[in-house]
């Protein structure tokens, strides 16, 4: 709801208000990068007024043109421009770090009791509530973005080429793109943020952001700052491969595990609903690091835990490395907790630097349409790529012995409540989880 512009504008915030800020969000956030995004929403332009609607919105669809994972790199854009550089790494890290503390007990607990009845029976019925939680993001997703048939049509076009076609997602965004800057030319209301609806004119109140508010100075763009932070971001990644590689050798697991999230971080765009195909592919068909099985409840845990979806990498990892004894048998704990350390750094190292290299540049173009409106495109795309996703972990868990088998009705009808639940009802995606688990659990032992 738009509000009066007279109230007064919120102070300066300190940066020791904003890091108890952060660590409360990398401990609530939960819900996915929908969920995610929707919180930051309420808590810093609604609640807060640290940023105004429009500039949270331009932040938003830069950090969905990036590869990665959009809600932690938000939030570390959002602290960056607050705080320079130490505002941004607090932001981001403290949205990773609770899940991967989580993420490495929680594995744990899987891979060492997951055959034990309770288990089995709470993860039969958490895989199909998982299903209906993907339709629910991108139904969401799209109502926030798909404001007019344009962008309908380019959501409609992503799906087929990804799900018929087969076409590589960073195709599908470059084409989104040149939609989007060709539409924004000939059409710019349909393509302007909002889609020609005014979304991002609403008003909570004067923002210490505001839409007028000048570019700090620490983030205006300098050529000298972007090549320091090329060079550190080098050094980042080459010393900790370099040291796998002479522990452990080029074809060592834990050195495997690092270049390909590394790929991973660079290769895979529109967040983590859209990168977990390409993490399937690489971590179950070619790797063989953990079975299509565990990578559905890989995804359950993700969902249950705060912090970025994407944190199933950590999730993958652990798996991997555990299973495979890479420390030897008696030291399996050690070897899941390092590699989930391991594939965490990986995958968020480029994250920061994006946001951190490339937000100066952002910030000089938070009026520009030539700008804005291909990114409206790309936002339109991963809505018809999440979609897809959805069906592919329908697959999996809908006729878990392939569509030769017959179909698992108990996990459709499952998944049918947690739809009902989601869509009907507004249930949270933690009660959903639990109590699709507890039916789970039930017909686990009913059978």
């Known amino acids: 709801m738009t509000v009066e512009r007279n109230q007064p504008r919120p102070e300066t915030i300190p940066l020791l208000q904003a890091f108890w800020f952060w660590l409360k969000l990398g401990l609530i956030s939960f819900g996915g990068p929908a969920g995610q995004i929707s919180i930051m929403h309420q808590e810093l332009v609604e609640r807060r007024r640290w940023i105004s609607e429009r500039r949270f ?55 060492a009791f997951g055959e ?23 139904h969401r997703i799209g109502s926030r973005a798909l404001k007019n048939s344009w962008l309908w049509a380019i959501a409609a076009a992503s799906f087929i080429a990804i799900f018929a076609l087969n076409v590589p997602f960073p195709l599908i965004v470059l084409g989104a793109a040149l939609l989007g800057y060709l539409g924004g030319r000939i059409m710019p209301s349909k393509f302007s943020l909002g889609g020609g609806h005014d979304a991002a004119k609403k008003s909570f109140g004067p923002a210490l952001i505001d839409d007028d508010t000048p570019t700090p100075a620490h983030a205006r763009f300098r050529w000298t700052r972007l090549a320091q932070l090329v060079l550190i971001g080098a050094v980042l990644w080459v010393l900790p491969m370099a040291l796998l590689t002479a522990l452990f050798g080029w074809e060592g697991t834990l050195t495997q595990m690092s270049w390909f999230f590394t790929k991973a971080a660079l290769l895979t765009f529109g967040g983590a609903y859209a990168v977990l195909p390409y993490v399937y592919q690489g971590a179950v068909g070619h790797y063989g690091w953990l079975t299509p099985t565990q990578m559905i409840d890989g995804l359950a845990l993700g969902e249950t835990t705060p912090g970025p979806l994407i944190m199933v990498v950590a999730f993958v990892g652990f798996v ?24 965490t750094w990986f995958t968020f190292l480029p994250s920061f630097l994006f946001i951190l290299a490339g937000g100066p540049l952002v910030e000089s173009t938070h009026n520009e349409l030539k700008f804005t409106a291909p990114l409206t495109g790309i936002t339109a795309a991963v809505v018809g790529v999440i979609l897809n996703l959805a069906m592919f972990f329908g697959y999996h868990v809908l006729w878990p012995k392939g569509f030769a088998g017959d179909l698992d009705w108990p996990s459709l009808l499952i998944a049918v409540a947690a739809a009902i639940a989601l869509f009907r009802f507004k249930r949270g995606v933690i009660q959903v989880l639990l109590g699709c688990g507890a039916i789970g659990l039930l017909v686990y032992w009913l059978r």
């Open 116 to 138: 034990v009845p309770v288990v089995a029976g709470l993860f039969y019925g958490i895989k199909p509530a998982v299903t209906a939680i993907v339709v629910h993001a991108a």
């Open 320 to 343: 991997g490395a555990y299973v495979h004894q890479v420390f030897g048998a008696d030291q399996v704990f050690l070897a899941g907790a390092v590699a989930a350390c391991l594939v």
């Open 57 to 111: 919105l331009h932040a938003l669809n830069y950090c969905m043109l990036l590869p990665g994972p959009e809600a932690q790199q938000l939030a570390t854009y959002i602290g960056w421009l607050m705080h320079r550089t130490r505002g941004g790494i607090i932001a981001g890290g403290l949205f990773v770090l609770p899940s991967l503390f989580i993420l490495i007990g929680l594995s744990w607990v899987y891979i």
